[in-house]
């Protein structure tokens, strides 16, 4: 290797180690220019361009690394993890059997090809992959933490109890660890671990996200037994960090739900049709009960559930040509009437054939196709749309009390409890507007109904449904079928009503709730 390559390479490698994409990329332009069959700089820009977003872009590039080394693991797993995230199931399930054909025995690529299998939901087969990562690097905190979170979507507790404590052993800073096993023990007694949470708390040089973790830790523990006042307080001072990196505003969501009002008015003309007649979308805000109806519904012998995944989101950004950043915003939706909806509605549905096969009806359980909901129906007018309510302010405290995805800004409303209260009026008012503008095609069910009256709740919901009553629906919790939500334990037990009226457990630090459900004319008193 001529000297100025191998000085560039090792810059490279230097730049890539430590987090240095640019430089990563100046030097692999470099290495190029000298020699354009160094498969290793085809690579570099493909996790250059990952790291900027670039999916395909990024997938061209180590396509181009492959064609010179077809066998490198490395660059196999990476282009698996690269169609994940476009949400290729096909290719990136391709991508990862070839490259367990190949026998990979770096722990890295193992983790890369056991989490693309997660994100599919073949969650026994990523369990095998990242057993294989753990064995061959058991000092690695993230792969124990990867292959624990496997097992709770499994359903096994007690494995995934002992991997999230085999990552705090192996990083006792692990925070994100902690609270992890504190919401798989979440129904459970107190756990004895408040006095360390309590220390590390203290800690001086913690980041938004450390802390954010560890409030949502210890207020569980303060829960557990009952003091409400400290839990609050914890979680309170947990998301302060948080609130001020994210920096929310309640007004550019108010945007886009303004948006979708007007962009369908209630006198439209929406033309019916029989295009995803056999199409269910499960929706609602987050923490509603929309994992339960989705595991009532997926025991049904005619409904497979694809869970919480982004089909038809995607579908719209791309033939929308939309270049913003945003998946959804409101200058998508003002541009939305040059859609061709029947497009929209072929990619989503091809999308749903690949994931499910042959079945009679699929259900999608994305929470926040809430706000798609005049989309989907323009796309597939033959589909049914279920809305799940909840009690006002226990959806409000439920929502504030659960930790959701640090990277995703659709849930920045989260940190603060007022914003929280603001972002459910919108969603109250848009769930009203679609109530009005698609009366035969869109059905609330409420959470409590359910709780209360099992029986009579599902057998409207399958009537609307257009399928048959199925008593295996009310014993759900038997199903032995991975969840991947934040609800994955509490839907393998039978219902419970400890969920409902949580919110008066914690009588005047909901007074922001209160303030702005009263200004919305929302009725919450009982």
Known sequence: MPETLKKLTNKAAIALNNGAFAELESCAKQILQLDNTYAD??????LSATERRKVSVAIELVD??????SRNTEYVAHKARLHTMAGQKEAALAAADYAM??????????DTLGVVYSRFDMHEQAREVLKLSV????DNAQFQFNLASVEQFLGNAAGAEEGYRDAIRVKPDFYRAYWALSELEKNLGASGRLPVLEELVKGTNLSPEDRLYLGHAISREYEKTGNYDHAFQSLSTGKEGMRAKVDYRVAGDKKLFDAMKQAFPVDG???PGDLGNQNIFVLGMPRSGTTLVDRILS??????SMGEVQYFARAMKEVSGSKTQAMLDSELVMGSREVDFSEVGRRYLFQVGERTGIKEFSLDKMPLNFLYVGFILRALPGAKIACLRRHPVDTCLSNYRQLFAVNFSYYNYHY?????AEYYCLFDELMAHWKAVFPDRFLEVDYEDIVAKPELTVRELCAFLSVEFETAGLEFYKSK??????SAMQVREPLYSSAVDRWKHYGDHLAPVFEVLSKNDISYRQ
């Open 41 to 46: 700089a085809w690579f570099f820009l493909s």
């Open 64 to 69: 181009s690394a492959l064609r010179l080394s």
């Open 101 to 110: 054909s190949l026998g990979p025995d770096r722990p890295l690529v193992l």
């Open 135 to 138: 064995r061959v690097s058991p």
């Open 269 to 271: 003309d929406y033309a």
């Open 299 to 304: 025991t049904h012998s005619r409904i497979v």
């Open 416 to 420: 603060d409890l007022k914003d929280t």
């Open 481 to 486: 079928s991975a969840v991947s939500t934040a």
